[in-house]
């Protein structure tokens, strides 16, 4: 059974950081690309960063430069570290593995960033 488990979200002033964590089990970790995506109150859910299992990144360009993904092959985890927030950046953040057509989720973890 695949499970993907995230934490670290919370509620942080505008300027500030916060670091996300996701453990997975139940996948060849090292195989998947994983991801974070998020999804604000009434907005469709959006990618925020990928990291391939060999280190290759991908941003969206509203965090290029705020936000870094990061993985651990050994501890079956996976990172996002948030800096200078915005209220603009409150949403759910949800953890994603995807290999092939096999593309899973985590439950979700809240950020509120307030003005």
């Known amino acids: 059974q695949v499970q993907l488990v995230e934490s670290g979200g919370g509620l942080v002033q505008a300027g500030g950081s916060l670091s996300l964590s996701c453990s997975a089990s139940g996948i060849i970790f090292s195989l998947n690309t994983m991801g974070w995506y998020r999804q604000a109150p009434g907005k469709q859910r959006e990618l925020v960063a990928t990291?391939?299992?060999?280190?290759?990144?991908n941003y969206a360009d509203s965090v290029k430069g705020r936000f870094t993904i990061s993985r651990d092959n050994a501890k079956h985890t996976v990172y996002l570290q948030m800096n200078s927030l915005k209220p603009e950046d409150t949403a759910v953040y949800y953890c994603?593995?995807?290999?092939?057509?096999?593309?899973?989720w985590g439950q979700g973890t809240q950020v509120t960033v307030s003005s």
């Open positions: 994603n593995a995807w290999r092939y057509r096999n593309n899973y």
């Open positions: 990291i391939t299992g060999g280190g290759n990144t």
